[in-house]
């Protein structure tokens, strides 16, 4: 059973950086995609960037590129966020999913495996 545990949220100021992880367990994941997703309070869970386990390709939102960077180890997923801004505060979620079917990397219904979240506040 895949498991994904974050961490590394907290409270920053604007302009400040954070790194966040997201540990894999239960699967080898080879023909997984693993993302990012995030959610502030009364708005819609948000695509923030993707990456294929094989391969390293990567995703990125409007928002996230250019300030954010996705990555991946052996079993771990990192998201190293810079030049914070206080629209960025939101739960930050870890997915998982297979590489395989109809939905796009960036979309929240190509994920079945989702962690318990980690808050990331910006302050202004």
């Known amino acids: 059973q895949v498991h994904l545990v974050e961490s590394g949220g907290g409270l920053v100021q604007t302009g400040g950086s954070l790194r966040l992880s997201c540990a894999a367990s239960g699967d080898t994941f080879t023909n997984y995609r693993m993302a990012w997703f995030r959610q502030a309070p009364g708005q819609d869970r948000e695509f923030v960037a993707a990456i294929r386990w094989t391969g390293g390709t990567t995703y990125y939102s409007d928002s996230a590129a250019g300030r954010f960077t996705i990555s991946r180890g052996k079993n771990t997923m990192w998201l190293q966020m810079n030049n914070l801004r206080p629209e960025d505060t939101a739960v930050y979620y870890c997915?998982?999913?297979?590489?395989?079917?109809?939905?796009?990397?960036?979309?929240?219904?190509?994920?079945?495996?989702w962690g318990q979240g980690t808050q990331v506040t910006v302050s202004s």
């Open positions: 997915a998982a999913g297979w590489q395989s079917g109809v939905y796009t990397d960036t979309a929240r219904e190509g994920y079945n495996h």
